[in-house]
């Protein structure tokens, strides 16, 4: 199950703005970890620590009801050890980029 993984916990910056949220799923389809879910005609975030912080609801959403700082938690962490062939590292030791 994409779920079950976790890397950190209660950190996800992940925010939903049920106000401007009408229902046409388009976070829900492009978010890689089932996050988000239709539920009463409205998305909802499911399992807010499945979230990597990719960014693809908050770029996807015509409507701007979701929002997250792509690029600051665990994608970011994974794709960069990965590009460097390590465990995922966030480390800031003097980069601009740091998260």
Avoid: H, Q, W
Wanted: charged share 20%.
């Amino acid at each position: 199950m994409v779920n079950a993984m976790r890397y950190l916990k209660n950190v996800v910056t992940l925010k939903l703005d049920n106000s401007k949220c009408t229902g046409c799923r388009r976070c829900e389809e492009v978010c890689p970890r089932a996050v988000l879910r239709l539920n009463n005609g409205k998305v909802t975030i499911a399992d807010m620590d499945a979230c990597i912080e990719c960014g693809a609801c908050s770029r996807n959403c015509p409507f701007e009801a979701v929002t997250v700082s792509a690029g600051v938690g665990c994608a970011y962490a994974i794709i960069r050890g990965a590009l460097k062939g390590t465990s995922p590292d966030c480390s800031c030791s003097g980069e601009s980029n740091c998260c």
